[in-house]
T-cell receptor, first 115, second 113 residues
C-alpha cells in the first residue's frame, strides 16, 4: 500500500542551526502539507503546497520556514535558525481530490529536538 | 479563529461495547470532517471522512454529521482493546486540497478487556 515516507525519523540540532526535513509523498497525490505536533499538544497545520507553490500557510509558518519540491518526488521543509520551541514532531501529508473532499495521509513523522 | 473542540478524556469503554466520540467546530463554513486515530508516538491514521449531513458507516465505524449543530461524532461498535488510542477530529474549511486541516486536541479512548 502506498505511503508517505519521511526522513530522518529523529533529528537533533543545536539552537540556531538550519534543518531540512524530507518527505516523499504518495506518487499520484497532488497536494502536500506539513504539520507539527508539540509534545502533548494538538496537530497544527503549517503549510499546503500545490502545483509547485504554496497554497495556504498558517501563522506559525513565518519567514523562518520554507518549503520546496526540488524534484519530482521529494518535498522538503527547511527551518532556519532553529529555536528551542521548534522542538516537535513534524508530519508530512499528501492528498488527492476525492469526490467532494480530500483525504490526507500522514507520514510517520520526524521528531525534531532542538538543544 | 477556527476551533475544533473535543473532550480530552480519558473515555473508558468495556470491550465489545459502543464507544461514542464527539466533536464540535466553530467555523460554520466548514465543508469536510475527518476522524484520525493516533497511537502514542505515532502519526495520525485516517479512519473516516464525512461531508454530508447524516451517517456514514464503514465496518465497525460510523461517522455522524450535523452541520446545523456544528457537531460531528464517531461511533465504534464492538470495541476492541486495539481501538485504544487518541481519536482526532479534523475539519477542512473549503473541502478542497489547498486548505489545511484544523485538528482538535483529541479524545483518549481506553477499551477495557
Amino acid at each position: 500500500e502506498p505511503e508517505v515516507t519521511q526522513t530522518p525519523s529523529h533529528q537533533v540540532t543545536q539552537m540556531g542551526q538550519e534543518v531540512i526535513l524530507r518527505c516523499v509523498p504518495i506518487s499520484n497525490h497532488l497536494y502536500f502539507y506539513w504539520y507539527r505536533q508539540i509534545l502533548g499538544q494538538k496537530v497544527e497545520f503549517l503549510v499546503s503546497f500545490y502545483n509547485n507553490e504554496i497554497s495556504e500557510k498558517s501563522e506559525i509558518f513565518d519567514d523562518q520556514f520554507s518549503v520546496e519540491r526540488p524534484d519530482g518526488s521529494n518535498f522538503t521543509l527547511k527551518i532556519r535558525s532553529t529555536k528551542l520551541e521548534d522542538s516537535a514532531m513534524y508530519f508530512c501529508a499528501s492528498s488527492r481530490w476525492v469526490s467532494e473532499s480530500t483525504e490526507a495521509f500522514f507520514g510517520q513523522g520526524t521528531r525534531l529536538t532542538v538543544v | 479563529q477556527k476551533e475544533v473542540e473535543q473532550n480530552s478524556g480519558p473515555l473508558s469503554v468495556p470491550e465489545g461495547a459502543i464507544a461514542s466520540l464527539n466533536c464540535t467546530y466553530s467555523d460554520r463554513g466548514s465543508q469536510s470532517f475527518f476522524w484520525y486515530r493516533q497511537y502514542s508516538g505515532k502519526s495520525p491514521e485516517l479512519i473516516m471522512f464525512i461531508y454530508s449531513n447524516g451517517d456514514k458507516e464503514d465496518g465497525r465505524f460510523t461517522a455522524q454529521l450535523n452541520k446545523a449543530s456544528q457537531y460531528v461524532s464517531l461511533l465504534i461498535r464492538d470495541s476492541q482493546p486495539s481501538d485504544s488510542a487518541t481519536y482526532l477530529c479534523a475539519v477542512n474549511s473549503d473541502g478542497g486540497g489547498a486548505d489545511g486541516l484544523t485538528f482538535g486536541k483529541g479524545t483518549h479512548l481506553i477499551i477495557q478487556p
